[in-house]
């Protein structure tokens, strides 16, 4: 059965409210402003790997931070849903508005997502908000994804067991205009963590407080 979910869902008779503490007075206090930096790309990648180990250095400079993994989501905010083109588009429309949420808290956002698809990417950017959503593509080639899969799902998709698999049953659209672009294949860990670190410590401190 096709999965259906309302693109823009609002809820009826509700209103926003709004107390004394924003998101300016929470970065303040922070001294550094919040921004979303998206990683995306094929499983096997690198993504969660570099997103947590940004996360540690950035911790270090005493930076708000935190980690949204695919696969932590999908154990409680969207266990509910398939992995069909429907439910990873609103597996990440509901990962936006939630990430949405920590931005307004004023904390510096990571995320590691697949994310496949250009028009589901763009449209985290449109709730997130373009001024705030910074895309790095781990690019890395599909054979060496594999070679590194210690979870063996590649080679489950490969036989038939895992259907909607991102890069061998299911498309992965490359990032149009990304950001920035770590080639891990090329680079090592700690080469790509350290342009990740200093390409967002470029982002934040301009506006630093």
């Given at each position: ?41 094929l ?28 696969d ?15 439910g ?103 080469e ?18």
């Amino acid at each position: 059965m096709k999965e259906s979910f309302v693109l823009n869902p609002v809820s009826p008779n509700v209103f926003i409210s709004r107390g004394s503490i924003d998101r300016r007075v929470r970065e303040s206090l922070n001294k550094h402003v919040s921004k979303v930096f998206w990683f995306t790309g094929l499983s096997g990648s690198g993504k969660s790997t570099l997103a947590h180990l940004v996360e540690e250095e950035l911790y270090q400079l005493n930076i708000h931070t935190y980690t949204f993994d695919g696969d932590n989501v999908r154990h409680g905010l969207c266990g509910d849903l398939s992995f069909s083109p429907e439910g990873r588009a609103e597996n990440l429309r509901r990962i936006g508005e939630m990430v949405k949420l920590f931005l307004d808290a004023g904390t510096v956002c990571l995320t590691a997502f697949i994310s496949p698809l250009e028009r589901d990417r763009q449209r985290v950017k449109e709730i997130i908000g373009p001024q705030d959503f910074y895309e790095i593509y781990v690019k890395c080639p599909l054979e060496v994804c594999e070679s590194r899969d210690v979870k063996g799902l590649y080679a489950l998709a490969r036989a038939g067991k895992i259907k909607n698999y991102t890069g061998i049953s299911a498309p992965y659209e490359e990032p149009e205009k990304p950001d920035l672009v770590i080639e891990t294949h090329a680079l090592s860990v700690n080469e790509s963590v350290k342009i990740i670190v200093q390409f967002i410590l470029g982002i934040l401190h301009p506006d630093v407080r």
